[in-house]
Each structure stands twice: as C-alpha cells, then as structure tokens.
C-alpha cells in the first residue's frame, strides 16, 4: 500500500535538453549566435517601435480617463453642494 501511494506522489523525471540546459557550456554560445543573427537580420525593429508607441497612447488614454472620471466626480460633488445649499 505504501509503495502505490509512494509511486503516485513521486514526482517524474524531467530530462533536460541539450538546448535549454543551462549550465552547458555550448549554452550561451548558441544564445549569443542566435541573438547576433536577429541583430543583423533586423528582426522586429518596427514592431518594437509600434508597440512603444501602443503603450504610450494606452498611457495617454489612461491619465486621461482618469482625469475625466475625477473632474465628473468634482462636478458631481459641487452640484450637489450648491443643490443642498437651496434646501
């Protein structure tokens, strides 16, 4: 009994790859080759640039909400000042 709750809860084996073990010494010659490659292909250079530029309007767009809803509710709170003046 003992022995089938042992094989249950024994965590399995994960054998590593060569390629994304990363203590080997070919390792971190294989990632420099790779990401020398990307450099000189020109990988991605416009789409890293639109994204800089999605997230600064999504920034934008943020403050502004922001803005928008604490003017709302400054208003809300004046007008319902100025209606508890009257009564």
Do not use: C, P
């Not at 042992?6 to 965590?11: E, G, M, Q």
């Not at 994304?20 to 991605?44: E, H, T």
Request: charged residues 25%.
């Amino acid at each position: 009994m003992t022995g089938l709750f042992s094989k249950l809860f024994r965590k399995k084996r994960v054998h590593n790859d060569a390629l994304l073990d990363n203590n080997s010494d070919n390792y971190r010659m294989q990632n420099a080759q790779f990401v020398s490659f990307l450099q000189k292909s020109g990988f991605r250079k416009q789409l890293i640039d639109r994204h800089e530029k999605s997230k600064r309007f999504k920034k934008i767009v943020g403050v502004m909400v922001a803005w928008i809803i604490g003017g709302g509710f400054l208003w809300f709170v004046v007008e319902s000042a100025q209606a508890l003046e009257l009564f």
